[in-house]
């Protein structure tokens, strides 16, 4: 029973470099979302994919772009890392309707 | 005002005892509810879906209140294992698929 799984599970970055966030899920869900916490914060939305083929920015999508790859994959791609994206990152998924999400364990990145 | 408010806590409570969270929403288009709880940092985890009758499992009920638009979480006979935050997620279903979360409340049960 993976779930939602995530890589990496951590990371750290120079200011600058590019990197991506896989996830991928095996519940065949339609939707997948991509969010960041930070301490005080709460989960913040980037970008979700409502279904396979299509993207949507969330309430925190500068400085990210998103490729869904296939109804499995969502990756999340930072192209010039900033210290202001040092964050715990979590992929979710859902069915859509009034079904809940399910989380991966989480990516946690630095950037010095 | 936030989409979806909660008392941060701490709620700091004895092991046994019964402790009750709310928390408010302010769309009023809000149609599916959900509590998760995540540890420390950790990813959240599907605590119950929260349905208009109100819904128990085990020593946990939930229960929706339209009209005041909140929902709540009874947590009975508390355990050393029920500290962790709990959030409060709601989803609108206006076709965009989002889902709000709460900033959470934090309980800590007490030996």
């Known amino acids: 029973n993976a779930g939602v799984t995530q890589t990496p599970k951590f990371q750290v970055l120079k200011t600058g470099q590019s990197m991506t966030l896989q996830c991928a899920q095996d519940?065949?869900?339609?939707?997948m979302y991509w969010y960041r916490q930070d301490p005080g914060m709460g989960l913040r939305l980037i970008y979700y994919?409502?279904?396979?083929?299509?993207?949507d920015k969330g309430e925190v999508p500068n400085g990210y772009n998103v490729s869904r790859l296939n109804k499995r994959e969502f990756s999340l791609r930072l192209e010039s890392a900033a210290p202001s994206q040092t964050s715990v990152y979590f992929c979710?998924?859902?069915?859509?309707?009034?079904?809940?999400?399910?989380f991966g364990d989480g990516t946690r990145l630095s950037i010095l | 005002r936030k989409e979806v408010e909660q008392d941060p806590g701490p709620f700091n409570v004895p092991e046994g005892a019964t402790v009750a969270f709310n928390c408010t929403y302010s769309?009023?288009?809000?149609?599916?509810f959900f509590w998760y709880r995540q540890d420390c940092r950790k990813e959240p985890k599907l605590l119950m879906s929260?349905?208009?009758s109100g819904n128990e499992d085990g020593r946990f009920t939930a229960q929706l209140n339209r009209a005041s638009q909140y929902i709540s979480l009874l947590i009975r006979d508390s355990k050393l294992s029920d500290s962790a935050t709990y959030l409060c997620?709601?989803?609108?279903?206006?076709?965009?698929?989002?889902?709000?979360f709460g900033t959470g409340t934090r309980l800590k049960v007490l030996a």
């Open positions: 979710a998924s859902s069915q859509g309707g009034n079904q809940p999400q399910h």
């Open positions: 519940m065949n869900h339609n939707s």
């Open positions: 994919s409502a279904s396979e083929g299509t993207t």
């Open positions: 769309n009023s288009a809000s149609q599916s």
């Open positions: 929260v349905y208009s």
């Open positions: 997620v709601v989803r609108y279903d206006s076709g965009t698929y989002k889902y709000i």
